[in-house]
């Protein structure tokens, strides 16, 4: 048996965190002296603190370690495993987006000194938004859950024979944004009106083109906003954005390509 300190020392975590594991029941010690208070833990939990160490740096929570520690089925191991895979993967990509974007930010205020430059390249201009027959999904979405939602529009295509123009959007219904839930309509355009779960009428628009990943979007809808408010008008519907070019058209996200539409009308 091992002291608290001796296995603290051996697998390199403090005390502090072992009686933590041992408060939320994620590792107790497997003795506890009841007049001193002493905490022993047998040599075998070493290799149980190791794996709990390795999961937290795979990014894993405490309570989902927790659930994990209780899997005994090798499958649902391996797909929980495989899931943070490609969790990790995503976190990577997008951290690569923002060092580049990062990069970019700092070449153009060394150049301009200007820090807030990269939020005044924006063109806007009033112009009619296309008509579009769609197949849509609305739902209280976060945006981590749109590729399942489109998932769900394409799975409809065959089954309904219907043709993708191979434009898709998404619209934007509730006024605050919540990146984890959020009332969202996601579409895919299709040529055929009479099989279209809705029509999307044309109207009047502010709209720029936004360029880059989505992280940044925000400063195409700021963009947006600001000019509408300047220039005498008023939004006048939901926000919606329609995908040109993407991750499908270039790995690269600064070739990513993506119209960024607010529904406006003049102010009385």
Known sequence: MLQIGEFSRICCVSVKTLHHYDKIGLLAPAEVDR?????????EQIDTMNYIGRLKRYG??????QHLLTISERKELSDALRRQKEKLKREQQEMAIILNEL???????????DIMTYQK?????????????????????GVDEFGKYYGTLFERVPKEHVTPTGLNGAKYHDEEFNHESSDVEV???IKEKEKADAVFPSCECATTVHHGGYSTLSEAYGAIVTWIIENGYEIAGAPFELYIKTQFDSPSPEDWETEVYFPVRKKR
């Open 121 to 141: 390249g924006y063109t806007i201009e009033i112009k009619q938004s296309p008509v579009m027959n769609v197949l849509a999904k609305r739902a209280m979405m």
């Open 35 to 43: 007049i001193t208070g002493y905490r022993y833990y047998r040599t």
């Open 103 to 113: 990069q970019t930010h700092i070449s153009v205020f060394e150049r301009t000194g």
């Open 187 to 189: 579409f895919i355009e």
């Open 60 to 65: 894993f929570s405490l309570d989902e370690i």
